[in-house]
């Protein structure tokens, strides 16, 4: 049996260098260098270190990893007996070198065992020679992994998942068993994470032909049954219901009617960890700052019948303690803001009220921003309740109104005022700097205000020029090398693709089919001024338009434009409409979110192919100012001179998918500068976006129209009057078919009487909600609910006049067009009394308006 080191750990250190008698017979194995003959070593030479040799005994002497590889780290080679005055004796600086070759191979990972055998290998003159043998076996090399069993995560998933938590399990790469070990524990906390706390991994090693040590790695999966809760209870909770308490957990909830499509139900160990600290933070919200959430009780009931179910009864127990009041509130650390103004924002946190940690932490954040608008950008604090157990020397009492009293210091630590050294913008490729920074309400040397960073931010995302930022983190703060009190400002953006270029067909209901080219920027050139042009050529709508609008004249926050058009739209089976005109508008930025706006427009209209119902002599009889309405008797045209002031509020963070803000708008349109038509038209319009959760949001639209003619001006031309329908109002009607009409009746006998035909009316309302769910980027599922109506001259609006629609669109951006598109379900509710009411709502073809309908599509509502 020959003698050798073995490959563990310690034992090579302890067992040392054991000569044999009989040399290997390994088949080739790797010998580097043999003895030298033409120079023997003198007769009198001690032993002396002839060669090194790796064998590969296990594996057939066929290595894996090229034998230059191990080489590499080895130094004994080097110090072989070559001849030619160089003959190295085999002693105890020898020994060390072998044994320092030997660690530093099986530090490589390569290796699955290694030894090393000393041989004897004398010369021809008598000259003793130690030969060094290197055993090695390869560790395996893994060439395919392979996953087996379960179905929540694809390969690309837990491929993902590996890289997440940096384990580097990959192919072509040496087998680990401690790597094998992390992805099997990873695979079980991701089960466990989808409710299957009792998956099993395991893994199986195979040989691969190709070479040697190739072998195949295959992780199977059992993720046995999904542990469901089917009841949850607690105990010890006197003052909180249950209800309430479960109201509070937002991961661990007992299944629903939905739970097959939201997962509502699965148990989850880290989900409850954290629904338990959400429930010690309501009991501290209320005032019991003791309160303590112990672990579930789990009963688990009996597997489903097919295996894949585990039921599951959570029994918790609360400690509530006592509910505390609010003693003194005082504050340490503050030395910028005077107390006084400290006291204002923690106003909610008021002696004698039970204690709240939520109002604290809102304060908290007030605070911040206060700071941040100073430049104390770093400024933390924290609360220090302590309770009065003890009788106080001044007199406080250690209770108020029966309830324990907690003292509330408030510790602040301000930190240092910055400023800014630096604002660097990346990624606009076309956008000027100049147009970017005066979006930017801060100054390089100026205080780094956060209150204006996040304006700044919001600004920016209002012009749509670029791809959303996040208020939060869009701008990068670093403090400037070897500088005190200075930070550098990168605001990282990705421009959007404003430039839109068309040619081509399309139909909607709206334009019917159309044939259109155009080209429209809102940012020409870089400069963020808009251009447009656009001629349309349809069978309902022929528009050519041209407009260009510079939002900053004269290198100030003034806008202006200019925009000249011809339009003519055909109102199927009612009339047809044609315009020519132009319009110039001027606007001011009156504060930070705010703008007037004063335009002036003049338009020439001329209203032909009127439905010969209109001509009735019995309707026009009945209706004394229909014919000045329908221009008969003007030679069908009426010209409009028009000015109108706007002021409008605007905090809404994007044009195109918004998720927050609030947009007012008030308008006054007054005809009477001129023009053969005179009328005044007020608009008030409020449009508000709640951010319900990070993809969830909630748009409100309220909007309200009231015309009425003036001087000579007695009715006023069917065009102008007030109608809902369509797209962009009640979605579920057709364009202009809300409104005052001739009421069309459907009798008993089956004859009808009336045409149907809307006017239109002097006042209307029109509410809007959505509730919008982003899929994706660019792709947002929105439910919706329209209501309006519109009231004559002579009319009051009534609850039961009201029209309304609602259902679900889906809303995509297309990059190239640079406009939303929209696959819409709507269902009409409330449509009038049809077929047999005057108050039904006819469609575009003089039939009752659907009870449901699918339709396409562009742009938004709201």
Sequence with gaps: MRGYVAATAVAW?????????AAATEAEPMVVGEQAQAALPPPDSPTLFTTVELRWPTQGNVPGVEGQTYLYYMQSDELRSVGLGQFTPFDETLERVLLEDFQRLWNTGLLADLAIEIIDDPYPNGVAGKRAVFLLEEAERVRVVTWEGGDEYDETEILEALERSGIELRTDSQFSPHVVRQTEGLLREMYGEKGYQFAEVSHEIAAMAGGPKLVRLTFT??????????????????????????????????????????????????????????????????????????????????????????????????????????????????????????????????????YSEEALRDAFLEAKEAYGSFG??????????????????????????????????????????????????????????????????????????????????????????????????????????GFDNEVNLTLNLEEANLNQLTFGAGASQFDGFFLQAGFTTTNFLGRGESLSFMAQNGERVKNYNLGFTEPFLFGRPITGGINVFRRDINFINQFAQSSIGLTTSMGLRVK??????????????????????????????????????????????????????????????????????????????????????????????????????????IGFRARGEYISPIGSTVGLPIFTMLTLGGDFSLRGFDIRSIGPNDPFIVHADGTTSGSGLVIGGNKSLLFNIEYLISIADPVRLVFFYDAGQVADFDQHFATDLFRTSTGAEVRFFMPVLNVPFRLIYVFNPQRGDCPNGASCVLNDRFRPQEGSLFKFAIGTTF
């Excluded at 209800?243 to 509502?264: A, C, D, H, Y």
């Excluded at 119902?613 to 008969?632: G, H, K, T, V, W």
């Design 221 to 354: 999966i059992d993720q046995g049954p999904k542990v469901r809760v089917a009841d949850i209870s607690f105990v010890g909770n006197e003052q909180m219901s249950d209800r309430s308490l479960k109201r509070q957990m937002k991961n661990t909830k007992e299944p629903w009617l939905f739970s097959f499509i939201t997962g509502r139900g699965t148990y989850k160990p880290l989900g409850y960890e954290q629904d338990a600290v959400a429930l010690e933070g309501h009991y501290r919200n209320n005032g019991y700052i003791e309160a303590r959430v112990g672990q579930p009780e789990l009963e688990y009931l009996d597997v489903s019948e097919d295996g894949k179910t585990l039921p599951v009864r959570l029994r918790i127990r609360v400690d509530e303690g006592e509910r505390y009041r609010v003693g003194t509130v005082a504050f340490e650390g503050y030395e910028v803001v005077r107390v006084e103004a400290l006291r204002e924002i923690f106003s909610d946190v008021r002696p004698g009220e039970y």
């Design 376 to 481: 104390y950008y770093e400024m933390t604090g924290f609360p220090e309740p302590v309770p009065r157990t003890e009788p106080q020397a001044d007199g406080l009492p250690t209770q108020i109104d029966g309830n324990p009293v907690v003292d509330v210091t408030v510790r602040i630590q301000e930190g240092e005022q910055y400023f800014i050294n630096r604002i660097t913008f990346v990624g606009n490729d076309t956008t000027h700097d100049e147009v970017i920074r005066r979006e930017i309400n801060m100054v390089e040397r100026g205080v780094f205000n956060t209150e204006a960073l996040q304006y700044s931010v919001r600004r920016l995302n209002q012009l749509g020029y670029f791809e959303p930022l996040d208020e939060d983190n869009a701008i990068q703060i670093e403090k400037r090398p």
């Design 13 to 21: 250190v302890c067992v040392g260098l054991v000569p044999v008698s």
């Design 592 to 697: 930070r979110w705010s703008q007037a706006f004063l335009s002036y427009s003049w338009e020439e209209t001329e209203v032909t192919k009127l439905n010969p119902a209109f001509l009735n002599p019995d309707i026009l009889r009945f209706n004394p100012f229909l014919q000045d309405s329908l221009l008969i008797g003007h030679d069908g045209a009426r010209t409009i001179s028009k000015v109108t002031p706007t002021f409008q509020l605007n905090t809404v963070d994007h044009p195109i998918f918004p998720t927050t803000g609030k947009k007012y708008t008030a308008s006054f349109e007054y005809a009477g500068l001129g023009g053969n038509t005179q009328f005044y038209k007020p608009t008030i319009e409020g449009i508000w976006y709640l951010k319900h959760a990070p993809r969830l949001s």
